[in-house]
């Protein structure tokens, strides 16, 4: 029997970037493939050139705003909702769920939410639990939300992990010579020793400051190594970065690090990295750095929380210390740098793993 065509609406704030907006297009992508109608809903940015370019459609509305200016677009989306005949409203952030909730009620579009985030509980972040069904990127945030709304019915949350494309993501992949001659002339401080790589935006739970702290560990020991600290240099950020200087410079290691913007070949970094570092010092819904730099054959070593603490134990237990044990942090590292237990080819969390289970979430729930 031929499957029925479906009319899929997504909800996000904005496209310009972050991981529901990735995991948005990718959810799209897969509704092109597979005949399905996708349309986003968004005030716009950068993505959206992709996601129409990748056969999906595009509709502005300002839903993102936390005020009642974003509330006030409900009508129009439920206008929206009637004439495209859409089965399905995902909503993957808090504002816009509001407003797809507001906006299908009394039609017989369903109503579907994805909880990226640990958000505060409380009434406005509600909202994310309240979906036909909860899509949750990690046990960490379905124990979550269990908790903090325990009136919640247990069969509506649905555990899908986000994954990544092994083909942008090779297993043993190696940056070539003519990149590494490029990387490491534009940053000469990063050359001599083990290049240890930290991932995250320009924000204090980052872990930055670990980071740093944990070079200088390692210098005391005896153990050589330089530091990357990936896409922390942001705009509106300058005070923090140079709070991070200062403080390379007090633990005598100013020399030993980089601190750099977001980048684009974070693959050929990863790649390159003799460790790839998580310790985000506040549990994060998932990290999905933690399964690029494994599906690399890179050793992780982040902090035992959230679903950084989740993946590391599913896939590379070695890498697992306590959150914020500064003592563990440093033997765990040095032992990795000396040997790292092997990694096995990536089976779990891949790209095709997590559209294959929102398509056939999205099936059942429009009968």
Not at 136 to 146: A, I
Request: aromatic share 6%; hydrophobic share 45%; charged share 25%.
């Amino acid at each position: 029997m031929t499957e029925r065509r479906l009319t899929i609406v997504q909800l996000l704030p904005a496209l310009e970037a972050g991981g529901a907006e990735r995991s948005a297009l990718e959810v799209a992508r897969a509704l092109v493939a597979a005949g399905h109608r996708s349309i986003v809903v968004s005030a716009g940015g950068r993505m959206v050139e992709q996601l129409q370019r990748e056969g999906s459609e595009h509709v502005s509305l300002p839903i993102g705003a936390k005020s009642l200016r974003a509330l006030a677009q409900a009508p129009k989306l439920r206008s929206l909702l009637r004439r495209e005949r859409a089965d399905i409203v995902h909503a993957r952030s808090r504002m816009p769920a509001w407003v797809g909730w507001l906006a299908v009620r009394g039609l017989k579009t369903h109503f579907v939410t994805t909880a990226h985030g640990l958000n505060s509980p409380g009434i406005y972040s509600s909202v994310m639990a309240r979906g036909e069904r909860v899509i949750c990127v990690s046990n960490t945030v379905r124990d979550y939300l269990l908790r903090n709304y325990p009136s919640n019915d247990p069969n509506r949350l649905v555990v899908i992990p986000r994954g990544i494309d092994q083909a942008d993501y090779p297993f043993g992949y190696q940056a070539d010579g003519s990149w590494r001659e490029w990387f490491f002339a534009e940053f000469p401080q990063l050359v001599g020793a083990p290049l240890l790589t930290l991932p995250g935006r320009g924000t204090r739970l980052k872990g930055h400051a670990d980071a740093i702290v944990l070079v200088a560990d390692l210098k005391a020991r005896g153990i050589p190594t330089r530091l990357l600290l990936l896409g922390a240099r942001q705009d509106g950020r300058e005070a923090y970065v140079a709070e991070l200087e200062r403080l390379a410079v007090e633990l005598g290691v100013a020399d030993w690090i980089a601190i750099s913007a977001q980048r684009d070949d974070a693959r050929d970094v990863f790649a390159a990295s003799s460790l790839v570092l998580q310790l985000s010092t506040k549990p994060e819904a998932f990290g999905r750095t933690v399964i690029e730099a494994l599906a690399l054959c890179r050793p992780v070593l982040g902090y035992d929380h959230g679903g950084v603490g989740e993946l590391l134990g599913d896939l590379y237990p070695a890498g697992r210390v306590p959150a914020r044990d500064r003592e563990r942090l440093t033997e765990r590292a040095a032992e990795l740098l000396r040997a790292a237990p092997p990694i096995a080819p990536m089976q779990r969390y891949r790209l095709a793993d997590m559209q294959g289970a929102v398509l056939a979430l999205y099936r059942e729930v429009a009968g």
